[in-house]
């Protein structure tokens, strides 16, 4: 009979032979037969047999299988696990999904068109992009408030993008003023003016750093908002000299020795600063004009400064410092722009300090060997933006104000605003 369907081989009937029974052909060859037939189903340890239905293991183990080489050969756990580990970490995450961390997956394709969830692609700044960028690599890059950005088989290109969810913001950058220059020296330039808008993406953090103004005969401070915009400082009046004006955001004015030049402004940041013309420093460059040249008995102006409505109201920022007289010359140093800019010296007179956070050029000072300009007012950044929108996450403590529809921010010192 062979075995059961449980497996379990039992003798044929009239087995097994009790004492004193005679052997027949019949009954020996009967058992024999049977016997042959049970052993020919079994499975060979030496692997000559061919297995005929599925082998149900009852929850034991088969061990020691060697490595699969062919298509359908059986595998172990420890070949599993490692193809697995050369793939990356693979992590169960719930029904039909598998999280798969590290390593690399190349020539697979990917048939998302069915799920409802997201993507993850690399995340870094520009500093960690591979060093061996192939066509079509994809990442997120978190440089300046962070952006899409693609490898087109010779550049890098950044994915123009508007989040749901974002909204515009009005910004004006003012970076600090540039120093008058001492004994007779030029008024300093207004700092640079930038203004623009951006678009805002909720979680984006912008930090804004404010310059600050420059010494007496020093450059003032770039303010920028990370990523986005900078604004130059404003150039230094000359000194002594004859000396010209530094180049800044707005030009400094030339020292009132001999016939001196004002420094260059940067364009659509502010402007030149004036030379001098017959014994008087030139004033610095504001944001709104270029100084004035310097003319016994009076310095130059400092020239006017950039035109703000961004609060609601009119006023003015980044005005350039007055020039002083010549050198031991009877007069009276040249006026601050409009807009922060200080005043010239006479002789024996210190230039007048440009007002902070206004970015006004500091004024020339007067003739004397120890006469000093004054100091560049500090910078500012303003950030205008929908009130329905504003989200109130700031670091800085600045100065909230609202027009209309807008909220404004005034920032005199360094911080944040968070989308």
Aim: glycine residues 28%; hydrophobic residues 30%; charged residues 5%.
């Amino acid at each position: 009979m062979s075995r059961n369907g449980s497996g379990t081989y039992s003798l044929p009937v009239g087995n097994p032979v009790v004492t004193g029974t005679t052997i027949s052909s019949t009954w020996a060859n009967n058992t024999l037969t049977d016997i042959a037939n049970a052993l020919t189903g079994s499975l060979a340890a030496d692997g000559q047999t061919t297995a005929s239905g599925n082998l149900n293991m009852g929850t034991n183990k088969i061990i020691n299988l060697a490595d699969p080489t062919n298509a359908q050969d059986g595998a172990t756990k420890y070949y599993v696990d490692q193809l697995i580990a050369a793939l990356g970490t693979m992590a169960y995450q719930n029904a039909n999904n598998v999280a798969i961390t590290g390593g690399a997956v190349t020539n697979v394709a990917l048939d998302l068109h069915a799920q409802t969830g997201q993507m993850y692609l690399p995340v870094g700044p520009t500093a960690l992009r591979t060093a061996s960028p192939i066509a079509g690599l994809m990442r997120w890059n978190t440089d300046g408030g962070g952006f899409y950005e693609g490898y087109n088989g010779s550049a890098w290109q950044k994915f123009t993008t508007v989040n749901e969810g974002s909204y515009t913001i009005t910004y004006v950058i003012v970076a600090g003023g540039g120093g008058g220059g001492t004994n007779a020296g030029g008024g300093g330039g207004g700092g640079g003016v930038v203004s623009n808008t951006l678009t805002a993406i909720p979680g984006t953090v912008f930090s804004m750093t404010i310059g600050a103004g420059g010494a007496g005969g020093s450059n003032g401070s770039n303010s920028f908002i990370t990523g986005i915009a900078t604004a130059t400082g404003g150039g230094a009046g000359g000194t002594a000299g004859p000396a010209s004006g530094s180049a800044g955001g707005s030009g400094g004015g030339g020292s009132s020795f001999g016939n001196t030049s004002g420094g260059t402004g940067v364009p659509g940041q502010g402007n030149n600063g004036g030379g001098s013309a017959s014994n008087g420093a030139g004033g610095g460059g504001g944001g709104g004009a270029s100084g004035a040249s310097g003319s016994f008995p009076t310095g130059g102006a400092g020239g006017a400064g950039s035109t703000l409505t961004i609060t609601g109201t009119t006023t003015y920022t980044a005005g350039g410092g007055g020039g002083a007289v010549e050198y031991y010359q009877s007069g009276s140093g040249g006026a601050g722009g409009i807009g922060g800019g200080g005043g010239g010296g006479a002789t024996g007179v210190n230039g007048t300090n440009g007002t902070i956070n206004t970015g006004g050029g500091g004024g020339g000072g007067g003739a004397g060997p120890a006469v000093a300009g004054g100091s560049g007012g500090s910078g500012q950044v303003y950030m205008s933006m929908p009130t329905a929108n504003y989200t109130g996450t700031i670091t800085g403590l600045p100065t909230v104000t609202t027009s209309g529809a807008n909220t404004i921010l005034r920032f005199t010192t360094s911080g944040t605003y968070s989308a």
